[in-house]
């Protein structure tokens, strides 16, 4: 196994693969009416303080079958299992064993930190026209997610196992024994999956499968508070729990997820048996950026969040914002264009790097980010963005602005040991394709890919391709001061969330927050040029300034879930976003 340790990451000079993003333009998908899943949970919440361990995690049923864990000896790892088992039952819309998933390692015996790479493959026998219509027109975007072409292979579970097998300390089949017992006796459905559920209700209930779990008796929606058992999800967890990941990749849940894939109404997918029992979990490099006397970690390709937020805080080191404050219009100008700066290299370059060739160095070069910040000098907003010249070390390439929807989960766990998980997790859309097959949706991750392969004669970096995994902006982010991890952060939100963990870091680390404070700060986002503020928050109190700068503002729903530990001398102090559902436990 490749593993990398912290010394050996020395960011500008760093060869390492990259993460990407997703952002929300349409130059290649058809523009239409979209789904994200929406905030609905906006209670303030405390600072949470432990000794020894502690979790934090989107829902509180999976808060507490990973405290159980801790408590019972087991590891991170140990927990980390337990947790995204729960939450594929209690927050079914946003991950689950038909989805992906990708992750940060602090192993803190060997002082070494491991990025593995879960995300969902697509199919041996895709064709790079899934996602166009007759006419060679890309598809809307919603039309490409429901349904079985959407459907990549689920990566999930075998991450999980190779999680297990290299950190866990408890049995396996005891990491399943709470996510099993609720799953038979029920759980209450909370607010924020209900919200989720009327707000899908109509993709949801063209499937028999689905609408039969998401909607009651009389037909309608579920609402909050009912109770809700999922057996189905019981059985295919009893036979994990007994075979290993095998029970999922082969057999009859294997085939059963082929069967629901490949009949799908109109919108029949490619998936195969081979393409289950082929999945493999890669290890990946780790991308760092040093800031303010810290290294901020994330993970390489192919998801995108890792070297774009290295670029972000490589161009903003630049500027005082300490000084400037987080109140200061000025601060938002400068993170605003950092972030559409990194953005444009990332829609350029980054893709799949075992399909690619992705410009990590040149992209983290020392002189090149010194470059780039210069142009954030003035008091107006840049009124365009262009990516880096890297045509010397990549084929000719178009930009790529492939739709990514807000969904996903993060959790984090710190154990007793110091060690550390910093987990991302998705089945990409709410609800994913809508497709559920054995107590489980599976997922939409094919419409990360880009719907076209080319414009006028340039390739697509991210553009479909047989095995190849698609481009995320999940962002686990795992923080170091003097080679020591200090803070575990990450975030929910499509293509928004590098901004939502950057932005968090940021005021952790340049405003004195402390971390429920930093990751429950309103969000200020600017990706590609309209400049987004949350709505109902004091966020909307820059619009006329932002205004006068020269930006687009737009006022808008954030639907962020950022959960964060930060380790401290004294001990353990953990944040959940209050947008969500989320809390955190620890001892």
């Not at 689905?210 to 909607?215: E, H, L």
């Not at 045509?391 to 969904?407: G, I, K, W, Y």
């Not at 404070?517 to 309103?522: D, E, G, I, K, R």
Request: aromatic residues 8%; proline residues 5%.
């Amino acid at each position: 196994m490749k593993r990398a340790a912290l010394q050996l990451v020395p960011l500008a000079g760093l060869v390492s693969s990259i993460l990407f993003f997703s952002t929300p333009s349409y130059a290649f998908q058809a523009s239409d009416a979209v789904a994200p899943q929406i905030s609905t949970t906006n209670s303030s919440k405390a600072l949470v303080k432990a000794k020894e361990f502690m979790v934090a995690s989107a829902n509180p049923h999976a808060s507490q079958a990973g405290l159980d864990i801790l408590k019972a000896g087991g590891s991170a790892a140990d927990a980390a299992i337990a947790i995204q088992l729960m939450l594929g039952l209690v927050e079914p819309q946003s991950s689950g064993l038909g989805g992906g998933a990708i992750l940060l390692y602090w192993d803190n015996s060997a002082k070494k930190l491991i990025a593995l790479d879960g995300r969902e493959t697509a199919p041996k026998a895709i064709k790079p026209e899934v996602f166009l219509d007759k006419e060679g027109k890309p598809l809307k975007f919603m039309d490409a997610v429901v349904g079985g072409r959407s459907v990549g292979t689920p990566g999930t579970v075998k991450l999980l196992e190779h999680l297990h097998k290299n950190y866990g300390k408890l049995a396996w089949a005891d990491l399943f024994k709470a996510p099993i017992a609720l799953s038979e006796k029920g759980f209450a459905v909370t607010p924020h999956m209900a919200e989720q559920v009327a707000a899908s209700a109509e993709s949801l209930a063209k499937f028999p499968s689905t609408k039969a779990y998401f909607f009651n008796a009389e037909g309608q929606p579920l609402s909050a508070g009912v109770t809700r058992n999922n057996p189905e999800y019981a059985a295919t967890l009893k036979l994990i729990a007994e075979q290993g990941a095998k029970g999922f990749y082969e057999g009859p849940i294997a085939q059963a997820i082929v069967d629901t894939v490949k009949n799908a109404p109109e919108t029949a997918g490619s998936l195969s048996l081979e393409d289950l029992s082929a999945y493999t979990v890669k290890e990946r490099e780790v991308v760092c950026m040093n800031y303010r006397a810290h290294d901020v970690c994330g993970m390489g390709a192919p998801t995108s969040g890792g070297i774009a937020m290295a670029q972000i805080l490589g161009m903003l080191k630049e500027y005082d914002l300490a000084k400037l404050g987080a109140d200061s219009p000025d601060s938002w100008r400068l993170i605003g264009d950092a972030t559409r700066l990194a953005f444009a290299d990332r829609n350029r370059y980054v893709a799949d790097s075992d399909f690619v060739k992705v410009p990590t160095q040149g992209m983290l070069d020392a002189n090149y980010l010194k470059q780039r910040s210069e142009l954030l000098k003035g008091s107006t907003g840049l009124k365009t963005v262009e990516p880096g010249d890297f045509s010397a070390m990549t084929q000719s390439r178009v930009d790529d602005n492939s739709l990514e929807l807000p969904s996903t989960s993060h959790f984090v766990v710190v154990d007793k040991a110091g060690n550390i998980v910093s987990m991302t997790t998705t089945i990409e859309n709410g609800f994913g394709s809508r497709l559920m097959t054995n107590g489980f949706l599976l997922n939409n991750e094919l419409t990360d890919f880009s719907f076209v392969a080319e414009e006028n004669g340039q390739v697509v970096a991210n553009r479909i391709e047989p095995n190849k995994r698609p481009r995320s902006s999940m962002s686990p982010t795992i923080v170091f001061k003097d080679k020591q991890p200090v803070l575990a952060i990450g975030s929910p939100g499509g293509s928004n969330i590098i901004a939502y963990t950057t932005n968090s870091v940021i005021g952790y680390l340049d405003w004195g927050m402390d971390i429920q404070q930093a990751v429950a700060m309103p969000h200020l986002v600017n990706r590609t040029g309209d400049y987004y503020l949350e709505k109902g928050t004091d966020a909307e109190k820059y619009q006329p300034v932002l205004e006068e700068m020269g930006y687009t503002v737009k006022v808008d729903n954030m639907n962020s879930g950022l959960h964060a530990i930060a380790i401290k001398a004294d001990g353990l102090e953990g944040g959940a976003d209050p947008r969500r559902d989320g809390v955190v436990l620890g001892q």
